[in-house]
């Protein structure tokens, strides 16, 4: 029996990202590279890494890595849809704490290709036993910076931070192993620096909404502008203006609409802080803020400020899609009042138009009449010069009424038969257009 091509794979999916497995005290520094002008450089870098320092080379297409180097730190690369991660883990066997010996090896040239796209930087030590103890009794020593925070995580150990980058670029976190079991320590770790890299990723949305905020501002000022020139009387003939200035409003809100991926990955992003943060089960140690704490108040309002400002935007949106139906509904009235004026005048037209045609079928009956009855004459004197019995003057008399009558009654007929073929031919044009409108159509 075969299996679906896909099955392996999406199997291997499940354990493609394997926590760190620590037995002992280690460094471990974290970089997570964001660039959106160079797709390649993250490729790229793992690559120029992996030469320099001597290690395999991963598969064409590999979305994450890991691999112990020759100098004896381990990498683990992993590739993002944004962004992508380096963490490097040494075994700590001094009291140099938070220094480079878990890069130690690497070429100065590597890290200097990181300049400019280099968005996470952290420095972790996990320590304990004795080493846990001498540390955490000098902490402020190691965490300088203006907010201590820490707390008991995962029933087994501790985690101490004050989010802080320094002058060298990185951020520091100690965290201390008590009791922690099989992979504990791993799992920490990756979420400590999961943290600290979901949550600058979700701020990238800050910067965009305060940018927006403020043009925002500017377009609501406009829009609440018009509407009360749309609400002022005798505004009527001014519609028009109107309505091409909300159409160039609402092309400016939706430009605006183009950042709305990075909001919803944002909104992505502080999901997984969050989740990260309750995974590691916090509990207080007196006298500091917990992470979870140090996120809500830091953290929440930034991605609060993202979240009503995109909310904002929509409304702002939505009220000018709202005017412009409006005013187009003012405007297309204005329009029909127009027509309607313009049909009443063809009407009043074509009323005297009828009349006039009356007027002149009649004198058009007495025309013809009378010269019907001019030729009749002409041919009734003929008779009477030929010695005939008539008198021309007295069939005159007697042709007028038998002649008027026939003249009215042809005039008619050949009017009505106008009619019948006028109604036939636009009988006959209906269907045809139909027929053109249902071909387009189709």
């Known amino acids: 029996m075969m299996d679906h091509p896909l099955r392996a794979a999406l199997a291997a999916e499940l354990h493609a990202r394997p926590f760190l497995r620590l037995a002992e005290a280690v460094s471990l520094t974290h970089y997570a590279i964001y660039t959106d002008g160079q797709p390649d450089i993250h490729e790229t870098l ?13 598969q064409d297409g590999a979305t994450h890595y890991a691999v112990q ?34 890069i130690d090896g ?40 203006p907010a201590l925070v820490g707390s008991n995580v995962l029933g087994g150990g501790k985690v101490f931070c004050d989010w802080h980058v320094r002058d060298d670029g990185f951020m520091r976190f100690l965290v201390v192993d008590e009791d922690f079991r099989e992979e504990q320590g791993g799992r920490l770790l990756q979420r400590l620096y999961e943290i600290e890299t979901y949550r600058m990723m979700a701020l990238l949305a800050l910067p965009v909404a305060r940018r927006m905020s403020r043009e925002l501002d500017e377009i609501h000022a406009a829009l609440h502008a018009l ?85 904002r935007h929509e409304q702002i949106a939505a009220r000018i899609a709202r005017a412009v139906d409006l005013l187009r509904t003012r405007v297309n009235l204005a329009q029909e009042k127009d027509v309607t004026r313009l049909l009443v005048g063809m009407e009043r037209t074509a009323r005297n138009q009828l009349h006039l045609q009356h007027a002149v079928e009649g004198l ?61 031919h636009d009988g006959a044009s209906v269907p045809t257009v139909h027929a053109a409108a249902l071909k387009q159509a189709n």
């Open 364 to 424: 058009s009956v007495a025309a013809i009449s009378y010269y019907v009855l001019s030729l009749a004459t002409a041919a009734f004197k003929a008779l009477h010069v030929m010695n005939l019995p008539v008198d021309p003057e007295l069939a005159e008399g007697l042709l007028i009424a038998p002649v008027v009558f026939a003249v009215i009654h042809i005039t008619r007929r050949t009017r009505a038969q106008l009619a019948r073929s006028e109604a036939a």
């Open 69 to 102: 180097s020759p100098c004896g730190w381990h990498l683990k690369w992993e590739r993002h849809t944004e962004f992508s991660t380096f963490t490097f883990v040494a075994p700590r066997r001094d009291t140099g704490y938070f220094d480079d010996l878990a």
């Open 106 to 145: 690497i070429p100065a040239a590597w890290f200097a290709r990181l300049a400019g796209i280099r968005f996470v930087a952290v420095r972790m030590e996990l320590l304990s036993g004795d080493a846990a103890r001498l540390v955490c009794g000098d902490l402020r020593r190691w965490i300088d910076g």
């Open 227 to 311: 509407m009360q020139r749309m609400d002022a009387s005798g505004a009527e003939g001014d519609d028009a203006a109107l309505l091409v200035k909300l159409t160039h409003l609402a092309v400016r809100v939706e430009a605006l609409s183009g950042s709305g991926g990075r909001f919803s990955a944002s909104r992505a992003y502080e999901k997984l802080v969050l989740a990260r943060i309750h995974e590691l089960r916090e509990e207080r140690i007196e006298g500091m803020p917990t992470i979870a704490e140090f996120m809500e108040r830091r953290f929440a309002p930034a991605m609060e400020t993202c979240r009503s400002v995109w909310a």
């Open 46 to 58: 793992l690559h120029a890494l992996c030469r320099d320092t001597g290690i395999a080379v991963p």
